[in-house]
């Protein structure tokens, strides 16, 4: 278990630019959730998706934002003609399905800052 | 009003001394996250709970389903217990994604 990984760590751009993150959750894990996390806030939920079905989009998730989970393993995250409003902390994290309430693992996510 | 409310915002405690941060819900929810933040973002999951009481070392979360609270308990803080603690809702029949309250950004002085 190498744990939920998210990459890159931080992303710097210009506004305008298109960014794309990517996730890679716990191997046996079929649900894959993104969340969004704006500086002194909590987090907010994204997406989420159950093996590669991505089965809810939160009003968050204006036109410029798209997921993808094309295998059911990795995820990808791409925001398109950013703004300064999408500098945040974007947030991946992962769960089995068997049994009961099983716990989500969070990745250390991406920092995306827009100049 | 906030699905997930948490009080307090920011605390301040000295070294040793008893911290509770408390958690209200207005969801019907699966169970419930108690999540630790350190700076730099990455997030640990503390507790899940669906009833009554767990414990981990220094760590107490309880929670009472028919009043739709829960509190973490930190015994004997120390500075090491410094960061955001953050309660989530795992709402049902929603593929028990994450409701969030705004977390409490606790300080341990030594």
């Known amino acids: 278990d190498t744990g939920v990984s998210q990459d890159p760590r931080h992303k710097i751009t210009k506004r305008g630019q298109n960014v794309t993150f990517r996730c890679d959750p716990i191997?046996?894990?079929?649900?894959l959730y993104w969340y969004r996390q704006t500086l002194g806030q909590g987090p907010e939920f994204l997406t989420y998706?159950?093996?590669?079905?991505?089965?809810?989009k939160s009003r968050l998730l204006s036109d410029r934002f798209s997921a993808e989970r094309p295998k059911g393993s990795f995820s990808t995250l791409e925001i398109q003609r950013t703004e300064q409003g999408d500098s945040a902390m974007y947030l991946c994290?992962?769960?089995?399905?068997?049994?009961?309430?099983?716990?989500?693992?969070f990745g250390d996510g991406t920092r995306l800052s827009i100049l | 009003k906030n699905e997930v409310e948490q009080s307090p915002q920011n605390l301040t405690a000295q070294e040793g001394e008893f911290i509770t941060i408390n958690c209200s819900y207005s969801?019907?929810?699966?169970?419930l996250h108690w999540l630790q933040q350190h700076p730099g973002g990455g997030i640990v999951s503390l507790f899940m709970?669906?009833?009554g009481k767990k414990k981990h070392g220094r760590l107490i979360a309880t929670i009472n389903i028919q009043e739709k609270h829960s509190s973490l308990h930190i015994t004997a803080s120390h500075p090491r217990d410094s960061a955001v603690y953050i309660c989530a809702a795992m709402i049902k029949a929603a593929g028990n994604k994450l409701t969030f309250g705004g977390g409490t950004r606790v300080l341990v002085k030594p």
């Open positions: 191997s046996e894990h079929n649900r």
């Open positions: 969801v019907g929810i699966s169970a």
């Open positions: 709970l669906s009833s």
């Open positions: 994290a992962s769960s089995s399905t068997g049994g009961s309430n099983q716990p989500q693992h």
């Open positions: 998706f159950q093996n590669e079905a991505q089965l809810e």
